[in-house]
């Protein structure tokens, strides 16, 4: 068997040692851009150049080092029937969900109070937080929503899901595609954006859905950049809509540093880190399915191109 990493990290070795590692029956390659064809079997993938699917035509799955593959879809040559696999958690969904409590916390708790109140050396109580003031709303239930929202009704928020298709979660009120999203907006203050970038989700988080959340709304997205249209956060902030906007993920990234969004004390920038790919936990599960597949098992993780996720 043959295996072929593919990705941009100048210490590939960080990456191929724990491969052999774990799949010692593989012949481990990194790909090198002037080089033969090695005719691998499989592709472990971060953002590839094209030039990948010309070159290795024996591929019989391409296994992606992130969980959102939309970056992998554009691709103009990748073969319409090569199983594509993103990740799975993979320790993902743990740390997306710290990153929202977070998140929320800071609003909630009103940390930013106290912060400014320690720089004063004020001592002054707030009254206590009212949970039923700070209903969430997470969109997208996969691997990571799912997380996210347990973790939160678990600390007694009022939480909501929404899905493209039906879910039934312990705690949580849930909400199915585009005719129930009114009605999860209308219940949701703080809204998460935790879903894959599609043609169906790009720009979703615009004003006129800004426009439908509860009022002194927080937005909190760690999905893709693409799925904010940022102008019109920018003028949710400003007519009130919404009150403040915690941002992993921009369309431009890094962001630069003319960017507005820095200017603006409603919204926290992190240089999405929300939730890191764990080397470890990522090439046991990706070895672990690569032998599966090369003994004719099935797989799961296999993206329907079809419907992009
Ligand atoms: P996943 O398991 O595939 O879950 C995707 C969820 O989104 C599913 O619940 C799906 O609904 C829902 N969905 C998809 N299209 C929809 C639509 N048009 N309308 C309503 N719901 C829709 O994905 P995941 O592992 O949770 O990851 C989600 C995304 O998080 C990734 O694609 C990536 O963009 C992002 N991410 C970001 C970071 C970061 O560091 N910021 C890290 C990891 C991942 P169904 O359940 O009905 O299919």
Same mark, same amino acid.
């Given at each position: 068997m043959k295996v072929l990493f593919v990705a941009? $990290?100048?210490?590939?070795e960080r990456w191929t040692a724990p491969i052999r590692e774990l799949l010692p029956e593989a012949e481990v390659y990194v790909w090198d851009a002037n080089g033969p064809a090695? $005719?691998?079997?499989y592709a472990i993938v971060w953002q590839p150049p094209s030039e990948l699917f010309e070159r290795e035509t024996k591929l019989k799955a391409v296994f992606n080092l992130?969980?959102?593959?939309d970056g992998l879809l554009e691709i103009p040559n990748l073969p319409p029937h090569l199983p594509v696999v993103r990740l799975e958690d993979a320790g993902m969904s743990v740390q997306m969900a710290e990153y929202v409590l977070h998140q929320l916390l800071e609003a909630s708790r009103g940390m930013e109070i106290y912060r400014e109140q320690q720089r004063e050396r004020v001592w002054k109580i707030h009254r206590p937080i009212k949970r039923s003031e700070w209903p969430v709303g997470i969109m997208g239930l996969g691997h990571i929503g799912k997380r996210v929202a347990c973790t939160l009704a678990d600390l007694d928020y009022r939480v909501n899901g929404w899905a493209r298709s039906d879910h039934t979660l312990d705690k949580v009120s849930t909400f199915a595609g585009m005719n129930e999203l009114p009605d999860f907006l209308g219940s949701t203050r703080v809204l998460v954006n935790t879903l894959p970038l599609t043609d169906e989700t790009r720009d979703i988080l615009n004003h006129q859905l800004f426009s439908q959340l509860m009022p002194g709304a927080v937005v909190i997205n760690v999905g893709r950049g693409e799925h904010l249209v940022e102008e019109d956060l920018l003028k949710a902030i400003d007519d009130g809509h919404v009150a403040r906007a915690s941002l992993d993920?921009?369309?431009?990234?890094?962001?630069?540093?003319?960017?507005?969004f820095w200017r603006q004390p409603e919204i926290t920038i992190t240089p999405h880190i929300s939730a890191r790919t764990l080397r470890d936990a990522t090439l046991e599960q990706i070895t672990g399915k690569i032998r599966t597949h090369y003994h004719n098992r099935p797989i799961t993780g296999i993206v329907d191109t079809s419907r992009g996720y």
């Amino acid at each position: 068997m043959k295996v072929l990493f593919v990705a941009g $990290d100048p210490k590939p070795e960080r990456w191929t040692a724990p491969i052999r590692e774990l799949l010692p029956e593989a012949e481990v390659y990194v790909w090198d851009a002037n080089g033969p064809a090695v $005719d691998a079997d499989y592709a472990i993938v971060w953002q590839p150049p094209s030039e990948l699917f010309e070159r290795e035509t024996k591929l019989k799955a391409v296994f992606n080092l992130g969980a959102g593959i939309d970056g992998l879809l554009e691709i103009p040559n990748l073969p319409p029937h090569l199983p594509v696999v993103r990740l799975e958690d993979a320790g993902m969904s743990v740390q997306m969900a710290e990153y929202v409590l977070h998140q929320l916390l800071e609003a909630s708790r009103g940390m930013e109070i106290y912060r400014e109140q320690q720089r004063e050396r004020v001592w002054k109580i707030h009254r206590p937080i009212k949970r039923s003031e700070w209903p969430v709303g997470i969109m997208g239930l996969g691997h990571i929503g799912k997380r996210v929202a347990c973790t939160l009704a678990d600390l007694d928020y009022r939480v909501n899901g929404w899905a493209r298709s039906d879910h039934t979660l312990d705690k949580v009120s849930t909400f199915a595609g585009m005719n129930e999203l009114p009605d999860f907006l209308g219940s949701t203050r703080v809204l998460v954006n935790t879903l894959p970038l599609t043609d169906e989700t790009r720009d979703i988080l615009n004003h006129q859905l800004f426009s439908q959340l509860m009022p002194g709304a927080v937005v909190i997205n760690v999905g893709r950049g693409e799925h904010l249209v940022e102008e019109d956060l920018l003028k949710a902030i400003d007519d009130g809509h919404v009150a403040r906007a915690s941002l992993d993920v921009f369309r431009q990234e890094p962001l630069p540093a003319d960017h507005p969004f820095w200017r603006q004390p409603e919204i926290t920038i992190t240089p999405h880190i929300s939730a890191r790919t764990l080397r470890d936990a990522t090439l046991e599960q990706i070895t672990g399915k690569i032998r599966t597949h090369y003994h004719n098992r099935p797989i799961t993780g296999i993206v329907d191109t079809s419907r992009g996720y």
